[in-house]
């Protein structure tokens, strides 16, 4: 089955203690991104990547890394969280960049992070 | 930069009832505008996009967008509500073509009730 795969679904964690939320997906998909969704915000874009080896920084970035070594893992990487990261998180693939723009966009079921 | 707004946090409406949710966007560029739904503890799914063919576009579920580019909206409807239905709603936009972000609105919460 086509999908993109999160882990950990819900985490509770303390302020400085690095984390790692995991995104696979297994559609050989080149584009993948981060994104974070907080009431009355709506989602906004943290990383994205191109391919592999090529990411690039989004709307709010800070307070996060990201890496893509191979094609089919995109980790969103947070090294110092702090209470203001607690967020629903979302990644999401797509086969290319064109494919986004023509709403091929594939999701996550989310992440649940809160920071205390 | 473009930008969403989507008009009422919350609507709520009666199961067989007209569904109506407000989308208004900004874009210097002709867009690429998308509804998405996310149900309870789950992803979002693409509902329906305009990507400047057809003005009204039909997606999945029985919904419908209409695009005006005059009034820059692109207003969300379903003619029959459904217990089903009830789920949060998102407008977006393209905002780049170079790197594919969605620029979302706020969300819409749709409730029906029996």
């Known amino acids: 089955e086509a999908q993109v795969t999160q882990n950990p679904r819900y985490l509770i964690t303390v302020t400085g203690k690095k984390l790692t939320v995991t995104c696979s997906q297994n559609m050989n998909h080149e584009y993948m991104s981060w994104y974070r969704q907080d009431p009355g915000l709506g989602l906004r874009q943290i990383y994205y990547?191109?391919?592999?080896?090529?990411?690039d920084k989004g709307d709010v970035p800070e307070g996060y890394k990201v890496s893509r070594k191979e094609k089919r893992n995109f980790p969103l990487i947070l090294e110092s969280p702090s209470p203001n990261q607690t967020s629903l998180y979302f990644c999401?693939?797509?086969?290319?960049?064109?494919?986004?723009?023509?709403?091929?966009?594939?999701f996550g079921e989310g992440s649940r992070l809160t920071v205390l | 930069a473009q930008s969403v707004t989507q008009l009422g946090s919350h609507v709520s409406v009666s199961e067989g009832a007209l569904v109506l949710l407000r989308c208004n966007y900004s874009s210097s560029v002709p867009p690429y505008l998308f509804w998405y739904v996310q149900y309870p503890n789950q992803g979002l799914q693409l509902l329906l996009k305009y990507t400047s063919a057809a003005t009204l576009v039909k997606g999945i579920n029985g919904f419908e967008a209409e695009f005006k580019k005059s009034e820059t909206s692109f207003h969300l409807t379903k003619p029959s509500a459904h217990m089903s239905d009830a789920a949060e709603y998102f407008c977006a936009v393209i905002e780049s073509s170079n790197t594919g972000k969605l620029i979302f609105g706020q969300g819409t919460t749709l409730q029906v009730k029996p």
């Open positions: 990547s191109m391919n592999v080896e090529v990411t």
């Open positions: 999401a693939s797509s086969l290319s960049l064109w494919q986004v723009h023509t709403g091929e966009l594939f």
